[in-house]
Nanobody, 120 residues
Framework: QVHLVESGGGLVQAGGSLRLSCAAS????????MGWYRQAPGKQRELVAT???????NYADSVKGRFTISRDNAQNMMYLQMNSLKPEDTAVYYC??????????????WGQGTQVTVSS
C-alpha cells in the first residue's frame, strides 16, 4: 500500500551536513507516524527520530540537538536535516512509515535505505 524511497545520502567530512529525503507513494494510501532509522555495520537497526502526522517529534539522545526531522504532508515527503555530523553517524539510513488505511493500519513500511558516510 505504501512505497518509500530515500535519497540524499553521501560522503561528508566530520562537522558537515546532509539532508535526507523520503518520498511516500501509493494508490491509495494513508500513513500515520513516520521515522528515520539507521543501521551501522555489525549493529542492530536503531531509531534516529520519529514524527507524527501532526508534527510531534522524538529523537535518539545521540542525535538530539544535531538532527531535525520534518515532514510535508501535502507533498508526501519526510526529511532529516543532519548537522555537525560525526563518524559514528555513518550508517545506512532507512525511512519508515506506519500504514493507516483500513487495509494496512499499523503495518510498517520501509524504504531501501541510503548510505551516509562521515569521514574523520
Amino acid at each position: 500500500q505504501v512505497h518509500l524511497v530515500e535519497s540524499g545520502g553521501g560522503l561528508v567530512q566530520a562537522g558537515g551536513s546532509l539532508r535526507l529525503s523520503c518520498a511516500a507513494s501509493g494508490s491509495p494510501f494513508a500513513i500515520n507516524s513516520m521515522g528515520w532509522y539507521r543501521q551501522a555495520p555489525g549493529k542492530q537497526r536503531e531509531l534516529v527520530a520519529t514524527i507524527t502526522n501532526s508534527g510531534s517529534t522524538n529523537y535518539a539522545d545521540s542525535v538530539k540537538g544535531r538532527f531535525t526531522i520534518s515532514r510535508d504532508n501535502a507533498q508526501n515527503m519526510m526529511y532529516l536535516q543532519m548537522n555537525s555530523l560525526k563518524p559514528e553517524d555513518t550508517a545506512v539510513y532507512y525511512c519508515n512509515a506506519v500504514g493507516d488505511s483500513y487495509y494496512d493500519r499499523d503495518t510498517d513500511y520501509w524504504g531501501q535505505g541510503t548510505q551516509v558516510t562521515v569521514s574523520s
